[in-house]
């Protein structure tokens, strides 16, 4: 589909490079996309290739020795170049992720209302009771009583 508007995420280029005590480990090469408004964009590719990478380089989630190159422009905003504090206010509210093991991904030894209620916390004003109605009523939403 043609569009005369930017598009809400272009990625050019993306280098996605792991130091490991064997040597570098290139897991990203040169890959480059736009994600249009309202679209979806569905990334396949066998395992190992990268697409899981992929998603944390953009969500600045990768330990800080590995080298990421690229642009990465969010809006007018380049991803790989914003502070930590920026990169916070966008994260779970702007750009936020499934992630793939959900053993990994949630702590087991907290609540599951608790973990979804601190993005609420970080970006949106509810608390207290209206927050918890607010947990209660998105675990309804993916069926969960
Ligand atoms: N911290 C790391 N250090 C070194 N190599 C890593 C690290 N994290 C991921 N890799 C490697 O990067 C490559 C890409 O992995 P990635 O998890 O992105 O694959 P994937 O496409 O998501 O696969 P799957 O379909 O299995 O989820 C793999 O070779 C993986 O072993
Ligand atoms: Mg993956």
New binding site residues.
Partial sequence: MSSTSEPLLQVRHLNVT?E?PDGP?A?VQGLSFNLEAGKTLALV??????????AYALMRL??PA?RIEGETNYGNENLLELSEARMRALRGKDIAMVF?EPMTALNPLTRIGLQIRESLYRHTHLRGAAARARVLELLQQVGIP
């Fill in positions: 792991f490991t480990v897991a590719g066998e395992s190992g290739s990268g697409k899981s990478v992929t990768l330990p590995t793939q």
